[in-house]
């Protein structure tokens, strides 16, 4: 269906989740023409999103397009959805979805665009929606989309990973702009996982900048980092090669060197000398890599999966260990080839 008749059929989407990213997923969708709205959970905050047209809370100098609808009614936004986008915290994820069982068509596609695990199961985005919502064609968007960036234009390119490749088709004809490129990939498990695990990695150099370090430092953990992202992600069935794209090193790439990232601010305030609880704090917002480190760690020692900078990592947020010793350890580790995986 090419897009002129998916704006004849009035294709409705709702996007779910009022943070900065939910934001602009339903501005880009409803810039393109399509009817589109954003559920925001708080009534107070929806109806001011609503009247003012900015969501100042997140994106105080963005505004909204006109004919973007805003509601907290989360039955009547979802009721007719021909697709529904879920970009709320990856904690908030299941809820949503059970709260929405009984209100979707069976016919609605589902968007994972949280880039998060559960904590507790150890579960993908996509494998939560799927428990809870069994029947729907599932896709996940995940790659280097800093919201404020996209909000302001500057050129973005993404990746919709579904195994249904008419899911992928429909995202790009509803969402490709100018300013916004979308990929697809069949490597569902891969493209999550490349927005899951760089989390982890952001922090961590964010924590080295907040230090003082250089960008020699930053680029050996990025790159020791997108290692460790291969093997893990081999290990859960995916295809390492999915983290040479957008999805793995590009993802990596912004949120490790972008004060716009979260995980990166995180980090960085931590590397300054505040607590974990501090920073948080402080930035106000979720960094879903501070609750991925724990759960990424159990399941590579279950699987055997080596992830030093991942294990350092979680030691220097939760025991208190500094980056210098994490540092030291690594250099006295035997040198080893240059490789970031191996072809089976």
């Known amino acids: 269906m090419d897009s002129e008749s998916l704006k004849a059929k009035r294709l409705k989407t709702t996007v779910l989740g009022g943070g900065s990213f939910g934001t602009v997923l339903a501005s880009i969708i409803s810039n393109n023409g399509y009817p589109c709205t954003l559920w925001v959970r708080d009534p107070e905050d929806a109806e001011a999103v609503r009247v003012n047209r900015v969501n100042s809370k997140y994106l105080p100098e963005f505004q909204l ?6 509601s907290s009614d989360l039955a009547e936004v979802v009721r ?21 069982k009984s209100l979707i068509h069976p016919d609605a596609v589902i968007i994972s665009a949280t880039k998060g695990i559960e904590p507790g199961t150890g579960e993908l985005m996509s494998q939560v929606i799927a428990e ?15 919201a404020a960036e996209i909000a302001e234009g500057h050129l973005t390119g993404t990746v919709v990973a579904s195994k249904d490749p008419k899911v992928c088709e429909l ?14 990939n069949d490597d569902v498990t891969g493209v999550e996982l490349g927005g899951v695990l760089k989390n982890i990695y952001a922090i961590l150099s964010g924590v080295a900048s907040g230090r003082g370090d250089g960008a020699n430092t930053i680029s050996m953990m990025m790159t020791r980092g997108l290692a460790e ?14 983290f040479m794209g957008l999805s793995g090193i590009g993802d990596l790439i912004a949120t490790c060197s972008s004060e716009l990232s979260r995980n990166f601010r995180v980090g960085a305030l931590v590397g300054q000398g505040k607590t974990l609880k ?3 704090d402080e930035i106000g917002q979720t960094a879903e890599g ?55």
């Open 65 to 70: 397009p006109d004919d973007m609808s805003v």
């Open 80 to 100: 007719d959805a021909d697709m529904v986008m879920i970009a709320v915290p990856g904690k908030a994820v299941r809820e949503v979805a059970i709260e929405i």
């Open 132 to 146: 809870e919502l069994p029947g729907h064609a599932i896709g996940v968007l995940s790659g280097p989309n800093l």
């Open 171 to 184: 995202i790009q004809k509803l969402m490709a702009s100018r300013s916004f490129r979308i990929y697809s």
């Open 229 to 242: 992202m291969c093997r893990y992600a081999q290990a859960m069935g995916a295809n390492p090669a999915t």
């Open 278 to 280: 501090e920073a948080i």
């Open 290 to 344: 501070v609750n991925t480190v724990s759960v990424v760690i159990e399941q590579a020692r279950k699987m055997g999966v080596d992830m030093p900078l991942a294990q350092g990592l979680y030691q220097i947020l939760y025991s208190g260990r500094s980056l210098e010793e994490l540092v030291e350890e690594l250099m006295a580790r035997d040198q080893t080839q240059d490789v970031v995986y191996r072809v089976a």
